[in-house]
Nanobody
Framework: QVQLVESGGGLVQAGGSLRLSCAAS????????MGWFRQAPGKEREFVAA????????SYGDSVKGRFIISRDNAKNTVYLQMNSLKPEDTAVYYC???????????????WGQGTQVTVSS
């Protein structure tokens, strides 16, 4: 089993920044891609970003391109999401996930964290 624990969520004003972290433990997959999704109330889950196991390949959802940066530290089994220039529409529960990159990009990873709330006030 893989356990994913997110942290770093909170309340921030529009234009501000937050950094989310996701620590993987248990049966970790050092060769797996990792990624972030989000879901706002009443909306479908949305792909945010993904990163390959080496870090060489990253992908972002259109709504966050140029504002969010995904990175990872394999020695710590941790993935990060640096969120800049936050907007009220970024308000959502953010979920960490891990699986093959193709599964992340397809929105169907097998392993999910519990989520962390991000609230952006206007």
């Amino acid at each position: 089993q893989v356990q994913l624990v997110e942290s770093g969520g909170g309340l921030v004003q529009a234009g501000g920044s937050l950094r989310l972290s996701c620590a993987a433990s248990g049966r970790t997959f050092s060769t797996n891609a990792m990624g972030w999704f989000r879901q706002a109330p009443g909306k479908e889950r949305e792909f945010v970003a993904a990163i390959s196991w080496s870090g060489a390949t990253t992908s972002y959802g259109d709504s966050v391109k140029g504002r969010f940066i995904i990175s990872r530290d394999n020695a710590k089994n941790t993935v990060y999401l640096q969120m800049n220039s936050l907007k009220p529409e970024d308000t959502a529960v953010y979920y960490c996930a891990t699986d093959r990159l193709s599964d992340l990009l397809g929105g169907l990873p097998d392993y999910w964290g519990q989520g962390t709330q991000v609230t952006v006030s206007s």
